[in-house]
């Protein structure tokens, strides 16, 4: 059983194109988040929702829309995509919002834009 | 803003030696996090220091909070090819709402 699933596990597109990028976790955690690790490994977050509420929200462009239909979802739209969007997105999960839950990634989407 | 720095950036080690990874905070933390990465995987938790000063072991992996929480160590003893990855230090301050800033990472490299 797959804690915490992405899908799709690569994504390459064009310039300009909306895409989405899905997350479950089936750990029965409270709070999801989406970051970002760019080709020098550099991780870092963008959003996180808490029971479906946002409560992280970076400065990101808001070209990036997250959605969390239910605290076992939380969904990422990307819209007119650029070039430096390429990176590896990583969802994660933890137990509770705040800073003693060790958090669970998923396997990551490489998204590739060309 | 917070800022939470890692050295060294890449660390070859020959099979068997030791080696140790620094995290350094431009603020106190509240906690501090450690996370390793396999090649083409994800990042996965490996401990968390709470209390000022506070040491814990996971087999060869020493994990040591600094006196005043703003600086960690990772100290693998004999290291091995299981080793590789990338290590990553997650450092959280008391404003943040749980936020954790990661280190730019370490990434280890093993020699047989």
């Known amino acids: 059983d797959t804690a915490v699933s992405q899908t799709p596990k690569y994504l390459v597109t064009q310039m300009g194109n909306d895409k989405s990028i899905k997350c479950e976790q089936n750990?029965?955690?409270?709070?999801m988040y989406w970051y970002k690790q760019d080709s020098k490994k550099f991780l870092k977050i963008m959003f996180s929702?808490?029971?479906?509420?946002?409560?992280i929200n970076e400065t990101v462009p808001n070209r990036f829309s997250p959605k969390s239909p239910d605290k076992a979802h939380l969904n990422l739209h990307i819209n007119s995509l650029e070039l430096g969007d390429s990176a590896v997105y990583f969802c994660?999960?933890?137990?509770?919002?705040?800073?003693?839950?060790?958090?669970?990634f998923g396997p990551g989407t490489r998204l590739t834009v060309l | 803003g917070q800022q939470v720095m890692q050295i060294p950036q890449y660390q070859h080690v020959q099979e068997g030696e030791d080696f140790t990874t620094y995290c350094n905070s431009s603020?106190?933390?509240?906690?501090i996090q450690w996370y390793k990465q396999r090649p083409g995987g994800h990042p996965v938790f490996l401990i968390q220091?709470?209390?000022?000063?506070e040491v814990k072991k996971q087999k060869r992996l020493t994990f040591q909070f600094g006196e005043a929480k703003k600086n960690s160590s990772l100290h693998i003893t004999a290291t091995q090819t299981t080793d590789v990855g990338t290590y990553f230090c997650?450092?959280?301050?008391?404003?943040?709402?749980?936020?954790?800033?990661f280190g730019s990472g370490t990434q280890v490299v093993v020699t047989p």
């Open positions: 997650a450092g959280v301050t008391t404003d943040s709402w749980g936020k954790l800033q």
């Open positions: 603020t106190t933390l509240s906690n």
């Open positions: 994660a999960s933890s137990q509770a919002r705040g800073s003693y839950n060790e958090q669970f």
């Open positions: 220091l709470v209390k000022s000063g």
């Open positions: 750990l029965g955690h409270d709070t």
């Open positions: 929702y808490n029971n479906k509420e946002l409560i």
